[in-house]
């Protein structure tokens, strides 16, 4: 099955575009890069890729701050989650552009031989250090939340740890099924989990407010039980006993979906304290 748009197709938004970032210069906590390659999924996201620093270290499900200049000269930073496996040679992103947004509505503009400030320290929760041991590893999240879930999917070492990882992804409109095609074939082509992925990674694309294979919010596959058909394997509802949970997405859908599974007698986890979901707390307050 293909991208029912074609990303090099679609056209970025009439706006002016803001003058390419050249010329930046490092600092204790940031470092410059490049970027390397844009892709644009539709008319407001899109994903790109910067170069990485050798020094540069993290765990699948990290986040780090990137940017660029903004008033004055000073950078302008956000926390993105970085898209891209813990064992790439670049960084990938997935980024939504708010027209308005202080920062998106430079970053949507940015070319191949661009420059970008990128942090030197990543952190988060979204990690699977913060999780206790289980059988099922479920990574629900909603638009570019499912940044995160890229990278921890596509680390080995999750094939090793969970029987079986599910990416559910809930969108308004087919078109912003970002990486459906990659999803859909289970990343065949990864040299280093393609052949574990075939086997152990499930997709669960949803789309809430047009015509689909799947419709409906997320919460709403639970009740239902279509969440766990075939091929998943076990229970047609959540168990604390077996299942292990992601969330990453709109701040609404975190807040109900952790107080459902706390309902459920999961505990949420930490880095300190793993648990049986996570949630990144620096995104959701």
């Known amino acids: 099955m293909t991208d029912p748009v074609a990303p090099s197709a679609i056209p970025l938004a009439t706006a002016a575009a803001a003058p390419a970032a050249t010329g930046l210069e490092p600092t204790t906590a940031l470092s410059v890069e490049n970027i390397l390659w844009v892709r644009h999924w539709n008319e407001h996201l899109f994903s790109f890729a910067i170069s990485r620093p050798a020094s540069f270290r993290f765990r699948s499900g990290e986040f780090v701050m990137i940017g660029l200049p903004g008033p004055k000269g000073k950078p302008l930073l956000?926390?993105?989650?970085?898209?891209?496996?813990?064992?790439?040679?670049?960084?990938?992103?997935?980024?939504?552009?708010?027209?308005?947004?202080?920062?998106t509505s430079q970053l949507r503009h940015v070319q191949a031989g661009d420059q970008?400030?990128?942090?030197?320290?990543?952190?988060?929760?979204?990690?699977?250090?913060?999780?206790?041991?289980?059988?099922?590893?479920?990574?629900?999240?909603?638009?570019?939340?499912?940044?995160?879930?890229?990278?921890?999917?596509?680390d080995p070492d999750i094939y090793d740890q969970f029987q079986e990882?599910?990416?559910?992804?809930?969108?308004?409109?087919?078109?912003?099924?970002?990486?459906?095609?990659?999803?859909?074939?289970?990343?065949?082509?990864?040299?280093?989990?393609?052949?574990?992925?075939?086997?152990?990674?499930?997709?669960?694309?949803?789309?809430?407010?047009?015509?689909?294979?799947?419709?409906?919010?997320?919460?709403?596959?639970?009740?239902?039980?279509?969440?766990?058909?075939?091929?998943?394997?076990?229970?047609?509802?959540?168990?604390?006993?077996?299942?292990?949970?992601?969330?990453?997405?709109?701040?609404?859908?975190i807040k109900d979906f952790a107080g459902f599974l706390d309902g459920l007698g999961f505990t949420e986890g930490s880095n300190a304290a793993p648990g049986h979901y996570v949630i990144e707390r620096a995104f959701v307050g």
Do not use: N, W
């Open 78 to 103: 956000r926390a993105y989650s970085i898209a891209s496996p813990a064992y790439s040679d670049e960084l990938e992103f997935l980024s939504i552009a708010v027209e308005d947004g202080p920062l």
């Open 116 to 154: 970008i400030y990128l942090g030197r320290k990543p952190t988060g929760t979204l990690v699977s250090d913060a999780l206790l041991p289980g059988r099922r590893l479920f990574l629900i999240s909603t638009g570019t939340g499912l940044a995160p879930f890229l990278s921890v999917a596509r």
């Open 165 to 253: 990882i599910v990416i559910v992804h809930s969108v308004r409109r087919v078109a912003d099924l970002a990486y459906r095609t990659e999803l859909e074939a289970a990343f065949a082509d990864d040299p280093l989990i393609g052949e574990q992925a075939q086997d152990q990674l499930g997709y669960v694309p949803t789309v809430t407010r047009e015509d689909f294979h799947t419709t409906g919010r997320i919460d709403a596959l639970v009740a239902s039980g279509k969440l766990f058909v075939p091929p998943l394997t076990g229970g047609r509802e959540f168990d604390p006993a077996e299942d292990r949970i992601m969330l990453c997405g709109s701040m609404a859908m």
